[in-house]
């Protein structure tokens, strides 16, 4: 009672609106997958994302056919877009993990009404981040590599690179992820299962949910797992993002040989992975009419997780131009006036408004509360997110030591039709999602019930 | 009646509040082979009838163990045994760059340990139980609470059982069937 009695003095928004029973809840979010007829606009939805991704099928035949050629990438700036996705779909991935790990260590108990379908997105988005490292190797086929497997060569990954330890720390991120959203899932599958009155989704659904009964005994085994899950998630998810940003750290190139980078990058990741969070929230409670589960609470503590990880993203921006000038290292100063009055310095600027300048009105209470204001500062930061990794990869890469290797990248379409491709391919994955599987997790929603609680003795 | 084919007597309640009684009360009473359902975790349940999940931690510490002993010495055995590269007089073993890998492993396997060991626990995954013969067991996904005795109980008597499961006023009262 203690929770929903603070709401109420600090006149917040409850975290579920009134009058909801265990019934009415499991209905509610069951009646999407199960009851409720598809509706046109998830067919156009899903079609759409369905023509982009034949459209990402399209650039990645054409690459397999003809090379990393096609792409933009060259020497000096032989990392381009599938770096600078790869880095940003692996972000965008983070705030799932937050949601469901840190802030169930954290006991807040607001997330149980956002973690299934933000874990949903931190698998959708891992799977496009995947692509981009294996799209790029020149020899797609030969990926199995990067793995240490006995060969007749001999031949070992190099464990003393900061690539190899990425595909470690991505492999394991993404299996976590599976399992902690597959775990999560179980109860609720079996609650399909019980309330599903067609046969081929009865026996669907029972398989998956493996015969789960809610057994006290089970229960207890399940909540005991799923905390040191999330334990192990937490110190996981902070590893990913700080190796991602080894790759560039460990290197000597002007621009990435910084010490900030893994703090920085890690609150990057979750700036624009609640970013992401909040565009795929808003339409979805608005489209499934979920505004009593995911209520202006949720928008509004998601917007201070913006703001809050924003400003430690300007504070990175911020140490990385006083070490330009600090250091008197003449590269690096370089790289900050390259960075403010090179090619690219149209990028820098935008950059900084949309990670920085813009994002501040989330000081005001009302933006943060307002869903279409939110939509729309949350594709602004997405935006300056990309944005920010192309300042990394690219703006560091095209102008290094030596004058005599300078050069510029620009972008070919097929570049973007990959890009976009994935975005696609992430959208149609998230409509399936939605679809067939509960994307409010209904055990954790029956907990935050006021008849939930049982009186002590 | 059936009665070698009994797997227990079941309860039906409709409150958190009613089910932990309900189980306090019966373990209170001697029975010890007992479950009770619930459509999400109930802490005081468990406890009620006095259980504790010991086993999850200690199997995911062995599998966190194995992952970070199995990471390390993977790397160990590439670049110190199998195929040592000299560069420059470095040393071999340099473990500081193992640490990374390592850490991903004892996580990796940690977490793996962590699901899989739950499911084999709690026997899962179990194609078949009795319990669901029990038509309104469907709701104990949804909104209803069951107490179960299991007929193995040395203190099990059908009439004596089903008038104790009375007692505490549940919804409705079922034979399961094994």
Known sequence: ?457 | MKRTQIYGMMAEFDTPDSIVHAARLTHAAGYRRIDAYSPFPIEALAEAMDFHASGVPLVVLIGGILGGLSGFFLQYWIHVIHYPINVGGRPLNSWPAFIVVTFEMTILFAGIFAVFGMLALNGLPMPYHPVFNVPRFAFATKDRFFLIIFSSDPKYDPAETRRFLEGMNPRSIAEVPS
């Open chain 1, 1 to 457: 009672m203690d929770d929903r009695a603070q709401d109420v003095m600090n006149k917040q928004a409850p975290v579920i609106e009134p009058g909801y029973t265990f019934g009415t809840v499991t209905d509610k979010i069951s009646s999407i997958v199960l009851t409720r007829p598809t509706s046109n606009g998830w067919f156009l939805g899903f079609g759409i994302a369905f023509l982009v991704t034949m459209g990402l099928l399209y650039a990645v035949g054409y690459l397999f056919v003809r090379g990393v050629g096609i792409w933009g990438v060259n020497i000096p700036v032989g990392w381009g877009f599938a770096i600078v996705n790869f880095v940003w779909w692996i972000g965008i991935g983070h705030a799932g993990t937050l949601i469901s790990a840190i802030l169930l260590l954290l006991r807040q108990s607001w997330r149980n009404s956002i973690n299934r379908f933000a874990e949903a997105m931190t698998l959708f988005a891992v799977a496009c981040a995947g692509m981009f490292p294996v799209l790029h190797l020149g020899r797609p086929w030969l990926a199995y590599w990067l793995f240490p497997y006995p060969n007749t060569m001999s031949v070992w990954p190099q464990f003393r690179s900061p690539l190899v330890w990425d595909v470690f720390a991505v492999s394991t991120y993404a299996t976590i992820s599976l399992l902690f959203w597959f775990i999560g899932l179980i109860p609720d599958l079996a609650t399909l299962r019980d309330r599903s009155e067609n046969r081929a989704a009865q026996i669907i659904y029972g398989m998956l949910a493996m015969g789960w009964r809610g057994s006290a005994q089970h229960w207890a085994r399940y909540e005991m797992a799923y905390l040191l899950l999330a334990g192990l998630a937490t110190p996981l998810v902070l590893s990913v993002h700080t190796v991602v940003s080894f790759d560039f750290a460990i290197g000597i190139v002007p621009g990435w040989h910084t010490t900030i980078f893994p703090p920085y990058f890690v609150a990057g990741a979750i700036y624009s992975g609640f970013a992401m969070v909040l565009m795929l929230a808003i339409p979805i409670r608005k489209f499934y009419g979920l505004e009593d589960f995911i209520t202006d609470r949720h928008l509004n503590n998601s917007a201070k997780v913006m703001l809050a990880t924003g400003l430690i993203v300007a504070y990175g921006y911020g140490i990385e131009a006083f070490m330009g000038w600090y250091s008197g290292n003449r590269t690096d100063a370089f790289l900050l006036w390259n960075r403010l009055h090179g090619p690219y310095a149209f990028f820098y600027y935008l950059l900084l408004t949309c990670n920085i300048a813009i994002p501040q009105v989330l000081w005001i209470k009302k933006v943060r509360t307002h869903p279409g204001w939110l939509f729309l500062i949350s594709g602004v930061i997405l935006m300056g997110m990309w944005l920010e990794r192309f300042i990394i990869v690219v703006v560091s890469l095209h102008r290094d030591f030596l004058t005599s290797s300078w050069g510029m990248f620009y972008p070919t379409r097929w570049d973007w039709m990959t890009y976009i491709g994935t975005i696609g391919f992430f959208l149609a994955c998230m409509f399936l999602f939605l679809r067939v599987l509960p994307m409010i997790s209904i055990f954790e929603m029956r907990t935050l019930l006021p008849e939930a609680e049982v009186k002590a003795e």
